[in-house]
C-alpha cells in the first residue's frame, strides 16, 4: 500500500512542470544563431555598451547552445540594445574629509531580441541594474574601482539579461 502510494506521488509530482531554475528555454527552437551587435550608446559614458555586449556575448556562449555573432544578416535572432541613461551619485560621505567613499552606478538599458521575420521574441525596454564600489579618501591609497565596478555590473546584466530571454522572464 505504501509502495502504491509512493508511485502515485511520484507520478503526479513529476507532472506538475517544475523545473530547474536555469534550465528553461522559451526561445522558438528554430533559434540556432543570435547576432549581438554593438550596443548603442545615448549616454556620455565611454565604452560602457561594449562592455555590455561582450558580456551579453560571453554569458550565451556559455549557458547556452546557441551559435553567438555579431553579423545580424548570419543569424536566426538578433539582440539589439543601448545604453539610454547612466547615472552615478555618491552615497556614503567621509565626515572628516567632506569627500565621498561609495558611490552607486545606474545604468538603463533597452533591449529587444526580434528573429529573422521581425517578431519580438523579448523586450525589455527599461532594464535598470546598479552597482556600488568604494572610494579611499587617503590619496596614497587611491586605486579607481570604477573599472571593476563596471565589469561586475556587465556580468550581473549578462546573467539577468540572458536568463531573462530563456525563460521569457
Do not use: W
Not at 13 to 29: D, E, F, R, S
Not at 89 to 96: A, H, N, R
Not at 139 to 159: C, H, I, T
Amino acid at each position: 500500500m505504501r509502495l502504491a502510494a509512493l508511485g502515485l506521488m511520484m507520478l503526479l509530482l513529476g507532472g506538475c512542470g517544475y523545473h530547474v531554475a536555469g534550465t528553461a528555454n522559451a526561445l522558438p527552437p528554430a533559434i540556432h544563431t543570435i547576432a549581438v551587435p554593438a550596443f548603442k550608446n545615448v549616454t556620455t559614458q565611454y565604452r560602457v555598451s561594449d562592455l555590455l555586449a561582450s558580456a551579453v556575448t560571453r554569458e550565451f556562449i556559455s549557458r547556452t547552445r546557441y551559435r553567438v555573432t555579431a553579423n545580424p544578416d548570419e543569424a536566426d535572432a538578433i539582440l539589439t540594445g543601448a545604453v539610454v541613461n547612466f547615472v552615478t551619485y555618491p552615497t556614503i560621505f567621509d565626515p572628516v574629509a567632506g569627500r565621498a567613499t561609495g558611490v552607486t552606478v545606474i545604468v538603463t538599458l533597452a533591449v529587444t531580441l526580434r528573429d529573422k521575420a521581425g517578431k519580438v521574441l523579448y523586450n525589455r525596454p527599461n532594464f535598470d541594474t546598479h552597482e556600488r564600489y568604494e572610494i579611499s579618501v587617503d590619496p596614497k591609497n587611491y586605486f579607481d574601482e570604477s573599472a571593476g565596478a563596471m565589469q561586475r555590473l556587465a556580468q550581473d546584466v549578462a546573467r539577468a539579461l540572458v536568463s531573462g530571454i530563456l525563460e521569457k522572464f
